[in-house]
């Protein structure tokens, strides 16, 4: 009996195997919306059969969750420049480029529609700024060292301000994102963190 055409595109297993599922995922993602998203549609974009696709991720909602995660944690990249400010520049045009292509709208689309009050979506949000929060943490970290910024200053308040003007014009004004915009981010946030308006109090949060 011959193979099927899934069977004769398989793509292996191990490592190779996660990395096509995982493209199949953003690419159902971005194509189809979440809703639309089946595990059946991601097994044959990726040349798998339903059963390899299942032995990793249980379901639907969590073979999202790890190609995102996985997604955002590539694209959004861990500088050190030498400088707060270049750096805080490369990772506020890296996530306005991430969140402007079709896997960011994707997500955006399935994070604050009907689909963001699940559970799995939530936890992928979650996970993605955790991550992003994980790369900017560093970055303040070298520049305090470095006397750029006040001893002190709160790594988390501070990506919260550098993300939240871009996140307003993506979900609340629907205003055009771009190079411009996250540049503008890094100029108020640099003023504001070095006027050590986020600086952490005696163990409390910045004021």
């Known amino acids: ?35 639309a998203l089946t595990v059946d549609g991601v097994a044959r974009r990726a040349g798998v059969h339903k059963t390899t696709v299942y032995r990793r991720w249980k379901d639907r909602e969590s073979l999202v969750v790890d190609a995102l995660a996985e997604h955002f944690a590539r694209d959004i990249p861990a500088p050190d420049t030498g ?15 991430s969140m402007t292509g079709p896997v960011g709208t994707a ?53 919260r301000a550098l993300a939240a003007p871009i996140y307003f014009r993506l979900l609340v004004t629907d205003e055009p994102v771009g190079e411009a915009a996250a540049d503008q981010s890094v100029a108020v946030v640099l003023t504001a963190a070095r006027a050590g308006v986020l600086v952490r109090h005696h163990n409390g949060p910045a004021r």
Request: glycine share 8%; net charge negative.
């Open 83 to 97: 400088s707060v400010e270049t750096d805080l520049l490369v990772l506020a045009r890296a996530l306005v480029d």
């Open 1 to 35: 009996m011959g193979q099927s055409p899934v069977e004769r595109g398989t793509v292996g297993r191990g490592p190779k195997v996660q990395r096509a599922v995982h493209a199949a995922t953003l690419a159902e993602l971005a194509e189809k919306g979440y809703a």
């Open 107 to 159: 997500l955006l689309t399935a994070m604050y529609s009907d689909a963001g009050r699940l559970q799995e979506v939530a936890e992928a949000r979650r996970r993605v700024f955790q991550d992003r929060y994980q790369r900017a943490e560093p970055v303040v970290t070298r520049a305090v060292e470095r006397g750029e910024l006040p001893e002190g200053t709160d790594a988390l308040e501070l990506f």
